[in-house]
T-cell receptor, first 110, second 115 residues
Framework: EDQVTQSPEALRLQEGESSSLNCSYT??????LFWYRQDPGKGPEFLFT???AGEEKEKERLKATLTKKESFLHITAPKPEDSATYLC???????????FGQGTILTVHP | DAGVIQSPRHEVTEMGQEVTLRCKPI?????LFWYRQTMMRGLELLIY????????DSGMPEDRFSAKMPNASFSTLKIQPSEPRDSAVYFC?????????????FGPGTRLTVT
């Protein structure tokens, strides 16, 4: 059974204070690892897909990296508008089937 | 595009009543997913369809839950009879097709409260 563990559960940062979120996974035959952002009262919004170890993707202040056991979401010089819950998910051998982690609640104070 | 549309946005019902949640996927998308989100269990996949055919319903918690997709532009998730532990936010998502290269677009969710 695919498993995803995210840490920390919650992270409070000051504006401009860079940090990283962790996503550890166990999956038989990783087809892809996904990062989503979820704002309160809304559905998750897609950020990145990573396919193989060593891959990196960037979008504005966010950079996602992937190893054989975990993924990191690095946030550089965050702003208050980056406050949200960040969800990690994996897709294994079943096409379309995503297994999500519990998420990390990020709060950025001005 | 209007994105994935879900209705109702909020539903409050009494235990034992039937509940029907509705979803309209993005036009042209061939795959549709139903998820449930709770504080305790996080976001869980319940069932997904491809070209209107159910592919995997192993996440459906009990026989009280059923889902249909009669055509490419409409799907329902039904709970009968409902129980308080069914209280959660239910999301519908759609994608162009199955596979990692097709991102899933989520709707705004239906918040279900069963009293």
């Amino acid at each position: 059974e695919d498993q995803v563990t995210q840490s920390p559960e919650a992270l409070r940062l000051q504006e401009g204070e860079s940090s990283s979120l962790n996503c550890s996974y166990t999956v038989s035959g990783l087809r892809g690892l996904f990062w989503y952002r979820q704002d309160p009262g809304k559905g998750p919004e897609f950020l990145f897909t990573l396919y193989s170890a060593g891959e990196e993707k960037e979008k504005e202040r966010l950079k996602a990296t992937l190893t054989k056991k975990e993924s990191f979401l690095h946030i550089t010089a965050p702003k208050p508008e980056d406050s949200a819950t960040y969800l990690c998910a994996v897709q294994g051998t079943s096409y379309g089937k995503l297994t999500f982690g519990q998420g990390t609640i990020l709060t950025v104070h001005p | 595009d209007a994105g994935v549309i879900q209705s109702p946005r909020h539903e409050v019902t009494e235990m034992g009543q039937e509940v029907t949640l509705r979803c309209k996927p993005i036009s042209g998308h061939n795959s549709l997913f139903w998820y449930r989100q709770t504080m305790m269990r996080g976001l869980e996949l319940l069932i997904y369809f491809n070209n209107n055919v159910p592919i995997d319903d192993s996440g459906m918690p009990e026989d009280r839950f059923s889902a249909k997709m009669p055509n490419a532009s409409f799907s329902t998730l039904k709970i009968q009879p409902s129980e308080p532990r069914d209280s959660a936010v239910y999301f519908c998502a759609s994608s162009e097709d199955l596979g990692t290269r097709y991102e899933q677009y989520f709707g705004p969710g239906t918040r279900l409260t069963v009293t």
